[in-house]
């Protein structure tokens, strides 16, 4: 319901990551935490202006409720514990933020997903080799920091 569409084996292992998903998936995904339980679709057109430069109305699908507000509220509790006291401390020093570390087995990937009250960001690391990015380069250190520094330079907080 959270916009995934990529195959999700049903077993208990789905909880730790262990079905493969996009990073555009998972970002979308998190826009449900952020935005009180509706989905809002990722979007890559925000605006498209004519030749004189006026702004053009753009269809931008209609968000969809697929958990409580207050579901998504404790979910995004958690989520900002990550960022002040867990995994994910790297990237400290956003007003507001939220997101998740993850890292796959023999740190093969590192991702951070995190969000503010006007972005939903992700950032994924690593080779397209199935290759290790060596000892310790887990999400909270490698992907977190680049999240954080994304984020001070928009300037969107």
Not at 4 to 25: H, R, W
Not at 36 to 45: M, Y
Not at 105 to 132: C, E, K
């Amino acid at each position: 319901k959270m916009g995934i569409v990529s195959p999700l084996q049903p077993d208990l292992t789905l909880a730790l990551g262990s079905s493969p998903v996009t990073l555009l998936e998972i970002t979308g995904a998190y826009t449900v935490f952020a935005n009180h339980g509706e989905l809002r679709p990722p979007t890559a057109v925000t605006s498209v202006r004519d030749r004189q430069g006026r702004k053009l109305p753009w269809p931008m699908p209609e968000p969809v409720q697929v958990l409580s507000p207050e579901t998504a509220r404790q979910v995004a509790g958690l989520l900002a514990q990550v960022i002040e006291r867990g995994t994910g401390r790297a990237a400290r020093g956003i007003p507001a933020s939220r997101g998740k570390t993850g890292t796959t087995d023999n740190n093969r990937d590192a991702w951070f997903i995190g969000y503010t009250p006007t972005l939903v960001t992700g950032v994924w690391m690593g080779h397209d080799r199935n290759q290790s990015l060596g000892s310790g380069e887990t999400g909270g250190r490698a992907a977190a920091p680049v999240w954080l520094e994304f984020l001070r330079d928009q300037r969107v907080y």
